[in-house]
C-alpha cells in the first residue's frame, strides 16, 4: 500500500494498531504519522516502530491519506473540530469509538467525505483483535480492502452493515470482559479446591483459547463441539446441567442485550 496513515491518538488501541500494521508490512513506519499530546507516549512508540511523530494534529491531518481517529468519543467534536479544514480531499477518515455513527461523523466535518465506521476490540493488544467495518456509500471497493487489510493485521475483520453495530458492540466489543469474569470464576472455583491462583488462571484462560479456537478452525456449531466433551454420566455433563440450572444462558443473553440497548442509547445521544 503506498499510502500515508495517520494517527490521532496513541493510546493502547492506537499503538496496538500500528504494531499490526508493522509486523504485516503493510506500509513502512516512514508511512505511519502519530500525533498526541502525551510526548512520553509518542517518544516510546517512535523508538518502538521507528514512526513519525508530531504533538500537532493538523500535520497527521494534512499528511494522512488514511487517517484513524483513535481518542476517546468525548474528544472527537473537539479534534474533528480542530483538523476539518486540513484534511485531503480524498482522505479517508476510519473512526474507532462507541457510538460515532457515520452520519454524524460526516455532519462533524461538515462535509460528504469517505468514512469507515470501525469497532474493534481490546484483544488487538496481543494481535487477536476481532473488528466490525462499515464503509459510507462513497468508498470504493479497493479502499474497503484496504482498510480490511489494516485491521486483520491484528486479529480478524468482517464487513457489517450499520444498523448490526450495537449488536457487535455487545458480542465482541464489550464481550471481553465477559469472558474475563468467566476465567476469574472459574479460577476462583480451582483455587477453593486447592489449586493455586496462577496456576488456576493459565489453566481457565489456556481452556478458553483452545474452545474459542476450535470453534473457529473446525466451523462446527459450538453445540456439537460441546456434546463431544459430555461423556454420558461424566464429569462434564454435570458441570453443564449445574450451568443450565443457575441460567447460565438467560444471564448472557440478557447482559449482551443490555449492552445493545446501551449502546443504541449513547448513539441516540446528541
Known amino acids: 500500500m503506498n499510502k500515508t496513515i495517520g494517527f490521532i491518538g496513541c493510546g493502547n488501541m492506537g499503538v496496538a494498531m500500528i504494531g499490526g500494521i508493522i509486523k504485516a508490512n503493510i506500509v513502512s513506519p516512514s508511512n505511519i504519522i502519530v500525533g498526541d499530546l502525551n510526548v512520553k507516549s509518542l517518544e516510546e512508540a517512535k523508538a518502538k516502530y521507528g514512526i513519525n511523530i508530531t504533538t500537532d494534529n493538523n500535520e497527521v491531518a494534512r499528511t494522512s491519506d488514511i487517517l484513524i481517529l483513535a481518542v476517546k468519543p468525548n474528544l472527537y467534536p473537539v479534534v474533528i473540530n480542530q ?18 455513527d457515520i452520519k454524524g461523523t460526516e455532519e462533524s466535518f461538515g462535509k460528504k467525505l469517505k468514512v469507515v465506521r470501525v469497532m474493534p476490540n481490546t484483544p488487538a493488544l496481543v494481535g487477536e483483535g476481532m473488528s466490525a467495518i462499515c464503509p459510507n456509500e462513497i468508498i470504493t471497493k479497493e479502499e474497503v480492502e484496504e482498510i480490511v487489510t489494516i485491521f486483520e493485521s491484528f486479529g480478524k475483520a468482517e ?10 458492540t455487545a458480542v465482541s466489543g464489550s464481550a471481553p470482559a465477559y469472558v474475563y469474569m468467566f476465567i476469574e470464576a472459574m479460577s476462583d472455583a480451582a483455587v477453593l479446591d486447592g489449586m493455586p491462583r496462577n496456576q488456576a488462571y493459565k489453566f481457565a484462560a489456556q481452556a478458553v483459547l483452545g474452545a474459542s479456537k476450535m470453534v473457529l478452525d473446525t466451523g462446527m456449531h459450538p453445540g456439537a463441539l460441546k456434546d463431544m466433551v459430555c461423556s454420558p454420566g461424566g464429569t462434564t455433563i454435570e458441570a453443564v446441567a449445574t450451568l443450565e440450572e443457575k441460567g447460565l ?11 445493545t440497548k446501551k449502546s443504541i442509547d449513547m448513539s441516540n445521544l446528541k
Open 83 to 100: 483538523i476539518k479544514t486540513q484534511v485531503k480531499e480524498e482522505v479517508i477518515i476510519v473512526t474507532i469509538a462507541a457510538g460515532k
Open 249 to 259: 444462558r438467560t444471564a448472557v443473553i440478557s447482559a449482551m442485550r443490555a449492552c
Open 159 to 168: 464487513i457489517v452493515s450499520e444498523k448490526l453495530m450495537d449488536v457487535v
